[in-house]
């Protein structure tokens, strides 16, 4: 797989989760004052080099280093922190 298309499917990663998390918070209930919120660490990994327990590590790492960022963040290993979108209306 070439660069620009690693770097696509990875943003589309990123894109995804942080949906999830977004949603996440959305769906959460607000009751007493308690609201949920979602980290996570993404990681990518190649079919051949990469071991699972690599990837896994780094995944770990970022999802810490999302929570160190102020929580509901997504983060990934190797490419920048990514904010949370401004919360969602729903009706």
């Known amino acids: 797989m070439s660069g620009p298309v690693k770097a696509i499917e990875r943003r589309g990663a990123l894109r995804h989760a942080d949906r999830v998390r977004s ?13 949920c919120t979602a ?8 079919a051949h080099g990469t071991s699972f327990e690599a990837v896994l590590s780094a995944a770990d790492q970022a999802l810490y280093q999302a929570k160190r960022s102020g929580r509901d963040r997504i983060a990934s290993a190797g490419l920048r922190l990514v904010e949370p979108a401004a919360p969602r209306l729903t009706r």
């Not at 949603?23 to 609201?35: E, K, N, Y």
């Not at 980290?39 to 190649?46: H, L, M, N, Y």
């Open 23 to 35: 949603d996440f918070a959305a769906l959460a209930l607000h009751h007493g004052g308690l609201a």
């Open 39 to 46: 980290s996570a660490g993404i990681a990518f990994g190649e």
